[in-house]
């Protein structure tokens, strides 16, 4: 099986630098543009079934891809970031860096916010049952820490050593065969390279 990782396009809060944990928001007029850019990709690679984050940029960002009746669940939500929903990155560094840090790392949680290992558990369960039917690419519109979570438990890639991966960008893991999981892609872009995403 071949995971077909999308992460949303830009969100409405994305230019503000805002964190968005499981906020609700829609794309941003680019944000849309960029979901756009790359449904000639996903055409062109095809997909044998669809699975999506329930929430709203990553919904739209699946419709405009040309997912195939994707089955929506809340086991693909980003990680809860708690009382940093909303909040500004530069805002959060300049109170507790290490914090923050910290929580790139997956090594702490924000108040209110969801356990690292906890998340990852959740979005491998979800992993796991979609290989339980077999697909040769299977297309995964997600968050980007859904993203971290998965080269994290497949590939033994810790989040402190993985960027994040540019918006409505495209990942591929093969997992099977007989061989251990595999990184096929990563964070590419139709039409560009990324190299500011926000750390």
């Given at each position: 099986?071949?995971?077909?990782?999308?992460?949303?396009?830009?969100?409405e809060?994305?230019?503000?630098?805002?964190l968005?944990?499981q906020?609700?928001?829609?794309?941003?007029?680019?944000?849309?543009?960029?979901?756009?850019?790359?449904?000639?990709?996903?055409?062109?690679?095809?997909h044998?079934?669809?699975?999506?984050?329930?929430l709203?940029?990553?919904?739209?960002?699946?419709?405009?891809?040309?997912?195939?009746?994707p089955?929506f669940?809340?086991?693909?939500?980003?990680?809860?970031?708690?009382?940093w929903?909303?909040?500004?990155i530069?805002?959060?560094?300049?109170?507790?860096?290490?914090a923050?840090?910290?929580?790139?790392?997956?090594?702490?949680?924000?108040?209110g916010?969801?356990?690292?290992?906890?998340f990852?558990?959740?979005?491998?369960?979800?992993?796991?049952?979609?290989r339980?039917?077999?697909?040769?690419?299977?297309?995964?519109v997600?968050?980007?820490?859904?993203i971290?979570?998965?080269?994290?438990?497949?590939?033994?890639?810790?989040?402190?050593?993985?960027?994040?991966?540019?918006?409505?960008?495209?990942?591929?893991?093969?997992?099977g065969?007989?061989?251990?999981?595999?990184?096929?892609?990563?964070?590419?872009?139709?039409?560009?390279?990324e190299?500011?995403?926000?750390?």
């Amino acid at each position: 099986m071949r995971l077909l990782l999308v992460r949303h396009g830009q969100s409405e809060w994305n230019a503000s630098r805002r964190l968005q944990g499981q906020a609700d928001i829609g794309l941003s007029e680019l944000g849309k543009s960029q979901a756009d850019a790359l449904r000639s990709v996903i055409t062109g690679i095809g997909h044998c079934r669809a699975v999506s984050s329930d929430l709203r940029r990553v919904t739209e960002t699946a419709q405009r891809i040309g997912a195939e009746k994707p089955r929506f669940t809340e086991g693909l939500r980003e990680i809860d970031v708690g009382d940093w929903t909303g909040r500004p990155i530069d805002d959060i560094r300049a109170e507790d860096d290490a914090a923050y840090l910290g929580w790139r790392a997956g090594t702490f949680a924000p108040p209110g916010g969801e356990e690292w290992d906890a998340f990852a558990d959740r979005i491998c369960s979800v992993i796991e049952d979609e290989r339980q039917t077999p697909c040769q690419n299977l297309l995964v519109v997600c968050h980007g820490g859904v993203i971290r979570a998965i080269l994290q438990r497949y590939l033994g890639l810790a989040p402190a050593c993985v960027i994040p991966v540019a918006p409505a960008s495209l990942n591929a893991l093969r997992l099977g065969n007989g061989k251990p999981p595999r990184l096929e892609l990563f964070n590419y872009l139709p039409d560009s390279l990324e190299f500011g995403a926000p750390d």
